[in-house]
């Protein structure tokens, strides 16, 4: 039996450990617990010391918001995202944010800034703050410590009366108390190199987003099976990786100028690549879409406001974040929405939404960028 385990088999219960339960395992008062754990009262170190390590050992949260948990106060739940200034996933916290303002419940919105550390630093804070869940939005890395690290938030949240959801990551393996909202990555990602192969393009560059990113991985993967059911040839040379923003696409066009390879079509991971490669293919002398196609992903406002208006695939972000507040709610509330078991995974889908942005390629077209081309 691990040493946490065992712990909570001391207390009687297998749920959350009590200021009481510190104290008589610690062999004090439930008041010097107070003090040490309040850092308002001088203490000594050995007691200190001796306090923390049953707090470690219990994995006792100080829950200044408990009365919030257990129906007293006001619930809040805690956004956790990448970037805020990401259009995408901004949308997913407004959802969050409407659907629980409707429902008479707090948003606090953090920024991991793609940092581990950092996340489980939020995470631990907003558990100890006693949030009623986590909803961490974006994608995720294709590392083993992922998992590893997500089933411990999860189990963490879930002895301090919290729930984690997942919005736009990989569902968690095995009996982990986590909810996954995702949309259907693979079946958008597909249909959009679908439709770009069926309006006749064969080279298309192919902007998936960081090779090591989950989402980037699956769309790489479906547009190679759109291009296998058409029976075209995957050019591996067409493909550049990088990260989900403007200058990623204007800069990964650029390379491909440089470098000679011909192309009548780009196939970009998120709208705001698309709109960096529509600049750079712009500044080099080539129109879209009389000369390149461009196809973006996840249809954000920016979408329809570029000049030709961009082709792309939409995903109901806003509904993810309503779906994820909603999963927590059905958590807490017996007259509320269909309670989710342990590992629920929601998807919702998605579907490409035609626009200006791409046209069949013209019969003799082929694309010869300038020798001394500088962006």
Sequence with gaps: MSQRKAAAA???????ATIRDVAERAGVSVASVSRVLSGNYPVSEDLRR?????????????????????????????????????????????????????????????TTGDDPERELALVNLMRQQGVAAVVLLGGAYDFDEYQLRMA???????AAGSHLVLVGRPPLEGDVPATTVD??????????????????????????GHA????????????????????VQF???LVQHGTYDYAHGYGAVVEALRHKQEFTGVLAGTDVVAAGAMQALREAGLRVPEDVSVAGYDDIPLASQLTPQLTTVHVPY?????????????????????????GEHVVLGTHVVVRQSVRPPR?????????????
């Design 10 to 16: 001391d207390t009687g219960r297998g749920g959350r």
């Design 50 to 110: 001796r306090v923390m390590k049953v707090v470690r050992d219990l994995d006792y949260v100080t829950n200044a918001h408990a009365r919030s948990l257990a129906g007293g106060g006001t619930p809040t739940v805690a956004i956790l995202i990448n970037d805020i200034t990401g259009a995408a996933f901004a949308h997913v916290a407004k959802g969050v944010e409407n659907a629980a303002s409707m429902r008479g419940w707090l948003s606090l919105v953090g």
């Design 152 to 158: 411990r938030f999860a189990r963490s949240l879930d």
């Design 183 to 208: 949309y259907d990555n693979e079946g958008g990602a597909y249909a959009m190199a679908s439709h770009l192969l069926s309006a006749g393009h064969r080279r298309v560059l192919v902007l998936p």
């Design 212 to 231: 090591e990113l989950t989402t980037a991985q699956v769309r790489l993967l479906a547009a190679r099976r759109a291009f296998a059911d058409y029976g």
């Design 235 to 237: 050019d591996d040379d």
């Design 318 to 342: 806003e509904e993810m974040g309503r779906v994820a507040l909603r999963a927590v709610i059905g958590r807490r509330d017996s007259d509320g929405p269909r309670r989710p078991v342990d």
């Design 363 to 375: 019969p003799t077209m082929k694309i010869t960028p300038l020798k001394d081309y500088q962006p």
